[in-house]
């Protein structure tokens, strides 16, 4: 079996992965220091696919560790890169902790690629790399435009890094995976989004508004010139999401890569509003929930949604479930996390 090393493996788009790729024949190992992940995640990808995970419980930003890590494993024939911190408000308060953390252990992940010959490498990327698209939906070639937020910032750095990086070293093919709005659950609700602290997206607030953990929540601006007035976005299964890697594995293997570094956008390709989102989840699941309307949130896009026709096409991938499944799955997570006490330390959890 292909050796997979999934850094993040805890986090909310790694733990989902770890089980496409098992399910698609992929031997995997994790490394993630769970500084903003909690192991027992890796609990629920062991209850979903019978298969122990074995995590290396390092700081990425340590070049020894994460060498250690390669060198314990010289059969890894590809590395998934989630692991980094993803808070767009917290980028703008504390950047150097940004810079840092994810351009750090992104640099010494690449260095050991780059040591020990690996020969896949794919980049958990985002469209924030768009900054505010001109034209909707946007597409791979869509420029890059400033990043509203230190964090996009490193996302777009890490591109470019990696760019520079696969120019220079001919034995790695790499991929980057723009993602567009993650949400929603593993259907079987043994895994999904754990946020720390107070949540920022909007899927987990509009979760936890339904159950009781928030009284209520805001809907950042309705004047928007949008069809509704509020922000539009591309919503995202989170299998579907994962899935996308395990194809991007598989599109590697096939060497099937024009070029050395390809960058796919994963988006549904359906274009939502705020308001629209917040019906569906009152309609799928039929709560209503307890909202106003105020004013507009520094830095958000005002609209942007995927082309994916070229993943859908290149790396044959088809996103399966609908922005009411997204909802419905992210609604079933919440009640069994309830139920899930291993998951709730990480509710207490503060920033450092
Ligand atoms: C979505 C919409 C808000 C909360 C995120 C990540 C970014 C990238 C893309 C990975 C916006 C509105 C939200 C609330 C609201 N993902 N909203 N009330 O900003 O699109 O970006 O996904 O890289 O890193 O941050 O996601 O869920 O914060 O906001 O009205 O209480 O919901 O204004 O229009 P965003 P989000």
């Given at each position: ?210 159950i009781g953990k928030m009284s209520g929540f805001t809907v950042f601006g309705d004047d928007y010139d949008t069809r509704d007035g509020s922000c539009i976005r591309d919503f995202i299964h989170v299998c579907d999401l994962a899935n996308a890697h395990t194809k991007a ?104």
């Amino acid at each position: 079996m292909k050796k997979i090393l999934v850094t993040g493996g805890s986090g909310y788009i790694g733990s989902h992965t770890l089980v496409d790729l098992i399910e698609n024949g992929f031997e995997v190992i994790s490394a993630d220091n769970n500084s903003r992940s909690t192991p027992s995640m890796l609990l629920g990808v062991e209850k979903i696919t019978g298969k122990k995970i074995k995590n290396y419980k390092v700081d990425l930003c340590n070049y020894d560790e994460t060498r250690a890590i390669f060198e314990e494993n010289i059969d890894i024939t590809g590395v998934i890169h989630f692991a980094a911190f993803k808070a767009v408000g917290e980028s703008v308060e504390k950047p150097m902790l940004y810079f840092q953390n994810n351009l750090s252990s992104l640099i010494n992940v690449l260095r050991c690629i780059e040591e020990f010959k690996t020969p896949y490498f794919v980049f958990s990327s985002s469209c924030t790399v768009y900054g505010n698209p001109d034209a909707i939906p946007v597409t791979e070639v869509t420029p890059r435009k400033n990043a509203e937020s230190p964090y996009g910032l490193t996302k777009q750095m890490g591109e470019q890094m990696i760019e520079a990086f696969a120019a220079a070293n001919s034995s790695t093919n790499s991929i980057l995976l723009r993602y567009f709005n993650p949400a929603g659950a593993h259907p079987t609700g043994l895994i999904g989004e754990l946020p720390i602290d107070k949540p920022q997206n909007l899927t987990p607030i509009l979760t936890q508004s339904a159950i009781g953990k928030m009284s209520g929540f805001t809907v950042f601006g309705d004047d928007y010139d949008t069809r509704d007035g509020s922000c539009i976005r591309d919503f995202i299964h989170v299998c579907d999401l994962a899935n996308a890697h395990t194809k991007a594995i598989q599109f590697l293997l096939a060497k099937k890569n024009n070029s050395s570094c390809e960058v796919f956008n994963l988006g549904s390709g359906n274009g939502v509003s705020v308001l629209e989102a917040i019906k569906s989840f009152e309609d799928s699941t039929g709560i209503k929930l307890n909202y106003k309307i105020g004013g507009r949130r520094p830095g958000d896009v005002i609209a942007i949604y995927a082309n994916n026709e070229k993943a859908r096409d290149i790396l044959e991938w088809t996103p399966k479930f609908s922005l009411d499944e997204i909802m419905t799955s992210a609604w079933k997570w919440e009640q069994l996390l309830e139920k899930m006490p291993v998951h709730l330390e990480l509710r207490t959890f503060k920033l450092n």
